[in-house]
């Protein structure tokens, strides 16, 4: 069964500190993953990676895809107390039309 | 450019009733996505339409669920005689394309439903 495994499930760290999520899948025939920011409401898209976009970033955060390991890291840096959320991993892949399998997630918390 | 729109943002039904929820997707998006998420579970997907077509709907519970995306309107998530387990929030994404591709999805705000 195709499988997306995050870690760690929660994270507390201090303002301006760097933080790394980390997302690990089993899927056979790779095609997309993508990071999304869940606060309250809908999660907000952040990345997708591809075999032909393996490294993204904006601003304070970066992203990489590691095809051989099958995983992938989402970096903050310098982080704000708005980092606070859920940060879900979501892969797809070629037989799957277009359904995402989705990570339980990683709860980050920023303190002041 | 709106975003994903969903309505009701929170339904209340009583057991046995029928809860009805409504996505419009991004302006130009034909391609349309329903998740659902349990309490203190992760995003499931449940099915994928296109304007008049099912593409997969292999994660709809086999009774009870059923999804539309009519030429015109909204697409419609609709669960028939509500039980306290379908309480969850139901999430609808968009995306401009389908097929073979890999395209980002688009999340709504979700409705809350509550069943008691």
């Known amino acids: 069964e195709d499988k997306v495994v995050q870690s760690p499930l929660s994270l507390v760290v201090h303002e301006g500190d760097t933080v790394t999520l980390n997302c690990s899948y089993e899927?056979?025939?790779?095609?997309?993953l993508l990071w999304y920011k869940q606060e309250k409401k809908a999660p907000t898209f952040l990345f997708m990676l591809t075999s032909s976009g393996i490294e993204k970033k904006s601003g304070r955060l970066s992203s990489i895809l590691d095809k051989k390991e099958l995983s992938s890291i989402l970096n903050i840096t310098a982080t704000q107390t708005g980092d606070s959320a859920i940060y879900l991993c979501?892969?797809?892949?070629?037989?799957?039309?277009?359904?995402?399998?989705f990570g339980q997630g990683t709860r980050l918390t920023i303190n002041p | 450019n709106a975003g994903v729109m969903q309505n009701p943002r929170h339904l209340v039904r009583r057991r046995g009733q029928e809860a009805r929820l409504r996505c419009s997707p991004m302006k130009g998006h034909s391609h349309v996505y329903w998740y659902r998420q349990l309490p203190e579970e992760g995003l499931k997907f449940m099915v994928y339409l296109q304007k008049e077509n099912i593409i997969d709907e292999s994660g709809m519970p086999k009774e009870r669920f059923s999804a539309e995306f009519p030429k015109e309107g909204p697409s419609i998530l609709r669960i028939q005689q509500v039980v306290r387990g379908d309480s969850a929030a139901y999430f609808c994404?968009?995306?401009?394309?389908?097929?073979?591709?890999?395209?980002?999805?688009?999340f709504g705000p979700g409705t809350r439903l509550t069943v008691t």
């Open positions: 899927v056979t025939n790779f095609r997309s």
């Open positions: 979501a892969v797809n892949w070629v037989r799957g039309a277009q359904k995402l399998v």
């Open positions: 994404a968009s995306s401009s394309q389908g097929g073979t591709g890999a395209y980002e999805q688009y």
